[in-house]
Nanobody, 123 residues
Framework: QVQLVESGGGSVQAGGSLRLSCTAS?????MAWFRQAPGKEREGVAY????????NYADSAKGRFTISQDNAKNTVYLQMNSLKPEDTAMYYC???????????????????WGRGTQVTVSS
């Protein structure tokens, strides 16, 4: 059984930065960050292939967010810079998607999910 624990959320002003962490217990592969704002569908933000290190980003995240991993700590990070009010959402870590990076980011086909960490960006 895999458990994912997110941390690092909080409240920042527009233009600020946050780094989210997701620490996993158990065997994991292909991890991603999703987010869900009130009244909206969950959307993929960033994906990483934990074997190759290949990444994929939603258009809204490109150039501002960076997903990375520390295999020794079984942890995936999401560095978020130049935050905007529209980035406000609950951010979820996900692990173990059997598909390629595009499909994994486009649809929440992951086996394991964390409970989420709230990110609030004020203008």
């Amino acid at each position: 059984q895999v458990q994912l624990v997110e941390s690092g959320g909080g409240s920042v002003q527009a233009g600020g930065s946050l780094r989210l962490s997701c620490t996993a217990s158990g065997s994991i592969y292909n991890m991603a960050w999703f987010r869900q704002a009130p009244g909206k569908e969950r959307e993929g933000v960033a994906y990483i292939n934990t074997d190759s290190g290949n990444t994929n980003y939603a258009d809204s995240a490109k150039g501002r967010f960076t997903i990375s991993q520390d295999n020794a700590k079984n942890t995936v990070y999401l560095q978020m810079n130049s935050l905007k009010p529209e980035d406000t959402a609950m951010y979820y870590c996900a692990a173990n998607c059997p598909y390629g990076r595009s499909r994994c980011l486009a649809s929440p086909a992951f086996t394991y999910w964390g409970r989420g960490t709230q990110v609030t960006v004020s203008s």
